[in-house]
């Protein structure tokens, strides 16, 4: 069956950086994928998302310039690297795809985001924390 599972996350002091992982099995990255984060009693926010056929990148607005999506084709891996953590990043951190094409940029600020993408990891826990 097709798996996502994320890695790499920790308990941080503020500007540190972390590098998540994502490493999917059961299915290729053809498309795009996207890292989303929850945070307790928020919904879903889009934190970036890559379209991997053009390498396109979209990020939410308070990580620009702080986070960079990447993916693998070898490893088929999705990694999300995260420079400067602040404390307001802390949330849980999940990777998503989908077997179809999704754009980025309507995922990013859907809604119900999990009702968009068909594939998701369990998570990874980042804290920052003076």
């Known amino acids: 069956q097709v798996k996502l599972v994320e890695s790499g996350g920790g308990l941080v002091q503020p500007g540190v950086s972390l590098r998540l992982s994502c490493s999917v099995s059961g299915f290729s990255l053809n498309y795009a994928v996207a890292w989303f984060r929850r945070v307790p009693e928020k919904g879903l926010e889009g934190v970036a998302c890559?379209?991997?056929?053009?390498?396109?990148?979209f990020y939410k607005e308070s990580v620009k310039g702080r986070f960079t999506i990447s993916s693998s084709k070898s490893e088929n891996t999705a990694y999300l690297q995260m420079n400067s953590l602040k404390p307001e990043d802390t949330a849980t951190y999940y990777c998503?795809?989908?077997?179809?094409?999704?754009?980025?940029?309507?995922?990013?600020?859907?809604?119900?985001?999990?009702?968009?993408?068909?594939?998701w990891g369990q998570g990874t826990l980042v804290g920052v924390s003076a």
């Open positions: 890559l379209h991997i056929s053009d390498e396109n990148t």
């Open positions: 998503a795809t989908d077997s179809h094409p999704f754009p980025c940029q309507v995922v990013m600020s859907a809604p119900n985001p999990d009702l968009q993408l068909d594939y």
